[in-house]
């Protein structure tokens, strides 16, 4: 089975986080919500919507011996900034990166948050509008005007409105085509 966790830090974009959760789990993805600033699990979103993660990061970190298949870091502010500033979040993406598993950003987040990693290091990638100059050297490679950007082991897509689109490249990347037209068929998208 596939594994994947989610990155909840306060005033995460819950659209952007939860889209993605229903429609991995719906795939049959085992995804774990980790609360990345707080020893809470309960995280409070952009829109005041609070949910209960299913374990804090440094919780995470101390038990789990393996790598997941990908990480997904949702935008929202402020959010991206408190993931931004979370060290032991960085460094687990970095970790994941070099072992070529998925690295998974939208909004803000490839801006704000894989800059600071080498995530973005000679990959296309797309964000929430006017915010690649956040990304220093990496804004030469950013992508305007498309839902999202796939390129080698990082997924990357523009906002709320992508969402969709966003979960369903994770899930046709992790389970196959097949599976992204049974999840498409069965939530009936477009």
């Keep these: 089975m596939k594994k994947v966790i989610v990155f ?9 986080a939860l889209t993605p959760v229903d429609y991995l789990r719906r795939a049959g993805v085992e995804v774990t919500t980790i609360a990345t600033a707080t020893a809470s699990r309960n995280v409070e979103g952009a829109r005041k919507i609070t949910v209960v993660a299913d374990m804090t990061l440094e919780t995470y970190v101390s038990s789990c011996a393996e790598l997941p298949d990908a990480v997904i870091v949702p ?4 959010g991206t900034v408190n993931v ?25 987040a ?5 800059s600071k990693t ?9 964000c929430y509008p006017d915010m690649e100059g956040e990304a220093g050297v990496h804004a030469a490679n950013h992508v305007k005007d498309v839902p999202f950007v796939h390129s080698d082991n990082v ?8 969402a969709e689109e966003f979960a369903m490249e994770i899930i046709r990347e992790l389970c196959g085509e097949e599976k992204k037209e049974e999840i ?7």
């Design 184 to 190: 498409r068929r069965g939530t009936v998208q477009r």
């Design 118 to 126: 080498k995530a973005l290091e000679g990959r296309k990638w797309t």
């Design 110 to 114: 490839p801006a704000l948050v894989l």
């Design 155 to 162: 997924i990357t897509s523009r906002g709320a409105g992508t």
């Design 75 to 78: 935008g929202g502010m402020p």
């Design 84 to 108: 931004s500033k979370c060290a032991q979040a960085l460094t687990l993406i970095d970790k994941m990166n070099e072992e070529g598993k998925l690295v998974c950003a939208i909004c803000a």
């Design 8 to 16: 909840l830090a306060p005033g995460f974009e819950e659209v952007e």
